[in-house]
């Protein structure tokens, strides 16, 4: 699909993730329309990456080879809509939670459906993508999705499209949950007296580290915390903490419920 149309249904943050990391491969500027109903949001595209971004669904969808949709999931059924007079012919890629392959297929016309749920540091090509395919979704097919998404991060292949609401739950939502402990380590430093920018550099810095280091290692992560933890010292005492505090159970139960809400979603 080097040359091919790919049009978005949706310019948003995860658009603009893969649009940029496909501009900056190469593929030319006419090789995509983007439908934003947002104007300034239009703009912003046309601006950074020269592409041509309609207010609603037009003719010109009907050469898109590849339709990504990118829209807020609440926001599908009425994208669908307009756009499904244009778009039967061509392989329907999902970005959206929750909103099933099915929904897909009988809104859009085509069978031929790759679900995938990335999470945000696909903005810096740091993300991570679980996918699923409908049976109808060809070998290369998939080689072409694969092409679409590989700028954002990896990509990992699914058995069963129930497994996004985990993947959702886990990698899709898990940036906020780093964000959220970095955010409460950064304020336990600066009560300790570090600055804010300090304890933030600190914060983050430890936190990258530490997944470079595990992603780098065969070894358990058990393995690799208790290498960190001597019996009576500091970081033993933190863990002790962490347990009474039940803070393993509380992220289980985070998980847990992001899962059932992405599962909500589809059965919206």
């Known amino acids: 699909m080097k040359h091919a149309t790919l049009a978005f249904i949706g310019g948003g943050n995860m658009a603009s993730a893969i649009l940029g990391g496909l501009r900056g491969a190469g593929r030319p500027a006419d090789a995509f329309v983007v439908v934003e109903p947002w104007q300034e949001q239009r703009e912003r595209l046309a601006a950074a990456f020269g592409i041509e971004a309609l207010p609603v669904p037009a003719k010109r969808l009907r050469e898109a080879q590849l339709v990504v949709w990118a829209v807020k999931p609440q926001l599908f059924d009425g994208a669908a809509r307009a756009a499904a007079p244009y778009i039967g012919h061509a392989l329907q890629l999902s970005v959206m939670a929750g909103v099933t392959c099915a929904r897909i297929a009988a809104a ?155 599962a909500e979603l589809g059965r919206a």
């Open 108 to 262: 859009s016309g085509s069978a031929r459906v790759v679900r995938a749920m990335p999470n945000t540091p696909a903005l810096i090509g740091q993300g991570i993508a679980g996918l699923v395919a409908t049976p109808e979704v060809s070998a290369l097919e998939r080689a072409e999705v694969e092409a679409v998404l590989a700028p954002t991060g990896r990509l990992l292949w699914l058995e069963r499209e129930e497994q996004l609401d985990t993947v959702t739950a886990l990698s899709g939502s898990g940036p906020a949950y780093f964000f959220y402990i970095c955010e409460a380590l950064v304020e336990a430093a600066s009560d300790l007296g570090l600055s804010a920018a300090q304890a933030r550099e600190l914060a983050l810095a430890t936190c990258g580290g530490a997944a470079a280091l595990a992603l780098q290692s065969p070894e358990p992560l058990a393995t690799l915390r208790e290498r960190v933890t001597s019996k009576g010292g500091t970081t033993h005492a933190a863990l002790e903490s962490l347990r009474a505090d039940g803070v393993a159970e509380a992220l289980q139960r985070a998980v847990r419920a992001a899962a059932a809400r992405a």
